[in-house]
């Protein structure tokens, strides 16, 4: 099966704390990229990558931190700087050019005790 | 820079009723639209992309038709079912690769 996997789909984190939420794709594409999704609110862009060890900060890169040392992989680091956490985040990977139609993964929800 | 807007914020029809949902644009020279679909708790899930040089693009029950030139893009789905209600969200690329721009989306819900 081809595809985005994301993991853990929950994730609690205590103030404080940095965590990890894992992103995984098969589909051989190019682009990867975080969103954050809050109640009520469109999808708002973290990080993107367009190849592998190159990033650059979206809209909101506040508190996150990213890396991508392989292709398929693009994990997303919450720090403790990032004052309002909790919301649920969404992996995507696309083409770079041509059809470059974004395929999401499943979503990892975080909540700060 | 590219705005997404989509209105109304929710919408509710019949079983059977025809769909339409609405999406504007602020930047006419986009590069495709995207239409997507998500359940409650869920990701994302791709219904449509047209590209800048098409007018519409049809699968199955659902057709998008965008219109540049008035930055709008539309999606219609044709007689409803309560499997269609979901939360339906349009995006816009911010430059020629892939950044995307989201609306806020419309919430359907097909009542029986």
């Known amino acids: 099966d081809g595809g985005i996997t994301q993991s853990p789909k929950y994730l609690f984190r205590k103030e404080g704390q940095n965590v990890t939420l894992s992103c995984e794709q098969n589909?051989?594409?190019?682009?990867m990229y975080w969103y954050r999704q809050d109640p009520g609110q469109g999808l708002r862009l973290i990080y993107y990558?367009?190849?592998?060890?190159?990033?650059q900060k979206g809209d909101i890169a506040e508190g996150y931190s990213v890396s991508r040392e392989k292709k398929e992989s693009f994990p997303l680091t919450v720090t403790s700087a990032q004052k309002n956490p909790t919301a649920f985040y969404l992996c995507?990977?696309?083409?770079?050019?041509?059809?470059?139609?974004?395929?999401f993964g499943p979503g990892t929800r975080l909540t700060v005790l | 820079k590219q705005e997404v807007t989509q209105i109304p914020a929710a919408l509710s029809v019949p079983e059977g009723e025809n769909l339409v949902l609405n999406c504007s644009f602020t930047?006419?020279?986009?590069?495709?639209l995207q239409w997507f679909r998500q359940d409650p708790g869920k990701g994302l899930t791709s219904l449509l992309l047209?590209?800048?040089?098409?007018r519409e693009q049809t699968s199955g029950r659902l057709n998008a038709s965008l219109d540049k030139s008035s930055g709008r893009s539309t999606l219609y789905i044709a007689a409803s079912q309560p499997g269609d209600s979901a939360t339906y969200l349009c995006?816009?690329?911010?430059?020629?690769?892939?950044?995307?721009?989201f609306g806020a989306g419309t919430q359907v819900v097909v009542t029986p």
């Open positions: 995507a990977s696309s083409r770079l050019a041509g059809n470059n139609e974004q395929f």
């Open positions: 589909l051989n594409h190019d682009a």
């Open positions: 990558s367009q190849i592998v060890n190159d990033f």
């Open positions: 930047d006419s020279a986009i590069y495709n």
């Open positions: 047209i590209q800048s040089s098409q």
């Open positions: 995006a816009a690329p911010t430059d020629s690769w892939g950044k995307l721009q």
